[in-house]
């Protein structure tokens, strides 16, 4: 079935620093592709997405490229803030065979930026 | 406009006993999840509605778990009885439609510790 694979955490980094945040996928279809976050104590909002193949989605500094060849998704951000602290879900939505499109997602990676 | 609501934020129950979770979309979303999140993984969707009908409950543990979505508007899902291995946050979201052009609005979790 369809798979999400992320960098493992944490990622502890200080501010104004670089950020990318790895995420590969598996698919039988032709899928949509997001980056959520989970600021502490709220729930998953979504940062971006991107449905189609070199589409780039953008958010609040945050970039991801939708790779098909290299099937991957990374997250990117060129100077993180304190504010960036957060725990991000990379996530596909693939069409199923009953036309619904569940969203599956990567088992997240927290990010610790320091002053 | 309201977010979706979710109650209890928190629960604590012994192993063997029912527990019920409420959630309430944002108005005029025809589409309800259920995902359960496991501490260190990313939500798995256990069930999706479309208005008052299931979609997809593929995932769903039929045999302890079930979830209504009466007249289409606010959902339950009941778990019993509960077993150590559902200890997780039990997230709802909703979206306009099923698409995956929908975007999807999630709740702030209810956490469930069964001991």
């Not at chain 2, 609501?5 to 309430?24: D, G, L």
């Not at chain 2, 999706?48 to 299931?54: D, E, K, L, S």
Request: one cysteine or more.
């Amino acid at each position: 079935g369809d798979s999400v694979t992320q960098m493992e955490g944490p990622v502890t980094l200080s501010e104004e620093a670089f950020l990318t945040i790895n995420c590969t996928y598996t698919a039988t279809g032709y899928p949509s592709l997001f980056w959520y976050v989970q600021y502490p104590g709220e729930g998953l909002q979504l940062l971006l997405k991107a449905t189609k193949a070199d589409d780039k989605g953008s958010n609040k500094g945050f970039e991801a490229t939708y790779r098909k060849e290299t099937t991957s998704f990374h997250l990117e951000k060129g100077s993180v803030q304190v504010s960036d602290s957060a725990v991000y879900f990379c996530a596909l939505s693939d069409l199923g065979n009953s036309g619904n499109t569940p969203l599956v997602f990567g088992k997240g990676t927290r990010l610790s930026v320091i002053a | 406009e309201a977010g979706v609501a979710q109650s209890p934020r928190y629960k604590i129950i012994e192993k063997r006993q029912s527990v019920a979770f409420w959630c309430n979309p944002i108005s005029g979303h025809a589409t309800l999840y259920w995902y359960q999140q496991i501490l260190g993984q990313g939500p798995k969707l256990l069930i999706q509605f479309q208005n008052n009908g299931v979609v997809d409950d593929s995932q769903l543990p039929k045999d302890r778990f079930s979830a209504e979505r009466l007249k289409g508007v606010d959902s339950t899902l009941k778990i019993q009885p509960a077993k150590l291995e559902d200890s997780a946050v039990y997230l709802c979201a909703s979206s306009l439609e099923g698409g995956s052009s929908y975007e999807q609005y999630f709740g702030p979790g209810t956490r469930l510790t069964v001991t």
